[in-house]
């Protein structure tokens, strides 16, 4: 029900040998003529605000190797209005892996106050491999290659091998010597040939989702080029990259339990149950009977599994009520309820139903996936595309970068396929929702192992992250794992807060004025920030046909 996207790194020894580097313990650190480079800005497009300006470098492939090929990197900026509060520039990052920033400063100049605006040159880029930077591919996918994998029965284990390991086939035939190169530590130092190239000494950061990761990556291997960085909708660095998925079997289930109240609470208009214990039966009865008979449901025939591939569904009450409603008058075969919605949570018609990110049912074994969300949060995130024509990248490029990093960012993937089955099995007891989808296979016990180990987080870094309570890409466990792993940072916790992305994603979320104050002032709160975050506005029966 969801669509995906695409972490991996290379090894650093020239520190030492090459004079002017960001940071003694940055390892691999870009070479002098790298950081040397003067961009050539010029007018994006037409169509784009005239402040909107874009520019391209060139960085190494391998750090290791800095004269040898290199990849081109798109940046783009909107310079501060202001020359007397600029304080320097907010390099930017929606999240990801494969989503484009490079369209990042139109959307953050729009949302963000004055204040705080004027205090920077917005800067967006499109990391390695993504969008206009370098664009790698993993040729023709199917639909069903284009998610993170489906439900574990043993029955059709067999050919969910086959598709994780003809997702790896293809993608290493089609960009098997660059994808070794599209990790986090790379676009770290890519982060910071950015930097040298602006001029700058330090750089501030704002990332989100994904971007929470590469930002604190940042901060270990330059940490004397850190300067304020907000990190919001964490990944925990110690589950990177199956455990982060398999956080989403783990999470759901409180999130399950808090609808389950929800919906009780309000049995007089979803009809589910007037007690928690009531609704959990209607939800587990309606996946049997899609089991045991496929149900119709707007003309599509629903199983148990696809009714329970969107873990992130019920971090919305609203629209979870409001979608399992909809599945049982179809299972009833009563008159749909108004706001009735359809498989993937799609109103009739086609319509996105907005903050949750579902996209229409696709069917196999990749085919449902909470991965749109993790790609990229915060606000406009669905306005910005990667270039359309002759020139616009691969159609699975998303995909690609996506198992790239996932893959490559530390080797903590299995390599037995038989590993995946027995932890897929035990999942779906422990976390019945989606804990078998979480563990089951990923290409990533086929792909090439990494070329240097994950980062650890070991220096101080004084930096912000924000979380919402009920966030469904990057759970609140996520988030406090981030923190606990950054120390010296600060958490702003938004609780009752919903939705993946919370500075600038909604004008009234508790946590933008703390955010503010940090990225004008550059003071961190003195303790860890806790605020409530206003109920939202209730929407009874039509909440997931927004």
Not at 44 to 51: F, G, H, K, V
Not at 242 to 267: D, N
Not at 484 to 508: C, D, F, I, W
Request: some cysteine; overall charge neutral; aromatic content about 8%.
């Amino acid at each position: 029900m969801k669509r995906l996207a695409p972490l991996l790194a290379t090894a650093g020894l020239l520190a030492a040998a090459l004079p002017g580097l960001a940071a003694p313990s940055a390892s691999a650190a870009p070479a002098p003529a790298y950081l040397r480079q003067t961009p050539a800005w010029h007018r994006c497009s037409p169509d784009r605000p005239e402040a909107y300006e874009c520019a391209t470098l060139k960085v190494p492939l391998d750090y290791q190797r800095p004269e040898g090929r290199t990849l081109n990197l798109a940046i783009s900026r909107m310079k501060s209005e202001n020359p007397a509060k600029r304080r320097g520039v907010l390099l930017l990052n929606p999240g990801g892996p494969g989503a484009s920033g490079l369209y990042r400063p139109i959307r953050t100049n729009a949302e963000m106050p004055k204040d705080v605006r004027d205090r920077y040159d917005l800067v967006g880029f499109d990391p390695r491999g993504v969008g206009e930077s370098s664009p790698i591919g993993c040729g023709d996918l199917s639909e069903a290659e284009v998610g993170v994998g489906g439900a574990y029965r043993p029955e059709t284990f067999a050919s969910d091998v086959s598709w994780a390991r003809g997702i790896a086939d293809k993608c290493r035939e089609k960009s098997g010597d660059v994808i070794p190169y599209i990790t986090t530590r790379n676009t770290a130092r890519d982060m910071d040939v950015i930097r040298a190239a602006l001029g700058e000494r330090t750089v501030s950061y704002l990332g989100y989702s994904y971007g929470t990761y590469l930002g604190a990556v940042y901060s270990q291997m330059f940490p004397d080029r850190t300067d304020r960085f907000v990190l919001d909708s964490g990944v925990d660095p110690g589950r990177v990259w199956r455990g982060m998925i398999q956080a989403w079997g783990t999470e759901a289930e409180p999130a399950f339990e808090r609808w389950t109240r929800w919906a009780a609470e309000r049995s007089d208009t979803y009809g589910l149950g007037a007690t928690p214990e009531a609704v959990s039966a209607t939800f587990w009865a309606l996946v049997a009977r899609a089991d045991r008979d496929p149900i119709i449901h707007y003309g599509e025939k629903m199983t148990g599994d696809d009714i329970r591939a969107d873990p992130s569904l019920f971090f919305d009450p609203h629209g979870a009520s409001a979608v399992v409603k909809s599945i049982k008058a179809s299972a009833d075969k009563a008159p749909q309820p108004p706001g009735g919605t359809a498989p993937g949570g799609m109103a009739p018609g086609g319509t996105d139903p907005g903050a949750s990110g579902k996209s229409a049912d696709r069917k196999g074994p990749g085919a449902q996936s909470p991965l749109g969300g993790i790609r990229a949060a915060g606000p406009g995130v669905d306005a910005e595309g990667a270039s359309e024509g002759p020139d616009a990248p691969p159609a699975s490029n998303a995909t690609a970068v996506y198992w790239a990093v996932v893959c490559g960012d530390a080797d903590s993937w299995p390599r037995d396929p038989e590993q995946y089955a027995r932890d897929a099995a035990q999942d779906k007891v422990k976390h019945p929702l989606y804990g078998d989808f979480a563990s089951n296979i990923k290409p990533c016990a086929f792909w090439q192992r990494p070329l240097e180990p994950a980062t650890p987080m070991k220096t101080r870094a004084d930096v912000l992250t924000v979380q919402n309570e009920w966030d469904p890409m990057t759970p609140l466990g996520t988030g406090q794992g981030l923190h606990q792993a950054l120390k010296g940072s600060r958490m702003v916790l938004a609780l009752g807060g919903e939705g993946h992305g919370v500075y600038l994603s909604n004008p009234t979320a508790c946590a933008n004025i703390p955010v503010n104050a940090y990225l004008s002032t550059g003071r961190l709160p003195a303790k860890d920030v806790t605020c409530h975050n206003p109920p939202p506005t209730p929407d009874p029966e039509g909440a997931a046909a927004r």
